[in-house]
């Protein structure tokens, strides 16, 4: 995603200006749900860890998503990058699906 999507200024625009971006690797998540007595970090790391394992048990790619989060920690969208992929036009694709969150943002 970083040599695609992520690449493309407009998104980095979209993404600097409505969003907190944050990087994950999702076999991090096990320490941060144990390691934190931080009860906004564990329901971080519970919403993020739980929309990852629906996914795969659905059939998707685990190796790279994105997630929307409302500043409640709830979750507003979610795609897996084998969905993005699935686009002719995968950076419009993407700022679709980022302009989609932030017009479901609570």
Do not use: C, W
């Amino acid at each position: 995603m970083r040599a695609g999507v992520l690449s493309d200024s407009k998104i980095i625009k979209l993404l600097n200006k409505h969003y907190v971006n944050v990087f994950l690797l999702i076999r991090d998540l096990r320490e941060l749900q144990k390691a934190t007595k931080d009860e906004t970090v564990n329901r971080f790391a519970n919403t993020i860890f739980t929309t990852f394992e629906e996914a795969v048990a659905r059939g998707v790619d685990g190796s790279v998503n994105s997630f929307v989060l409302s500043p409640q920690l709830e979750l507003i969208g979610h795609l897996p990058y084998e969905d993005l992929t699935q686009n002719e036009a995968i950076n419009e694709a993407y700022l679709t699906f980022l302009k989609d969150a932030l017009t479901k943002k609570k």
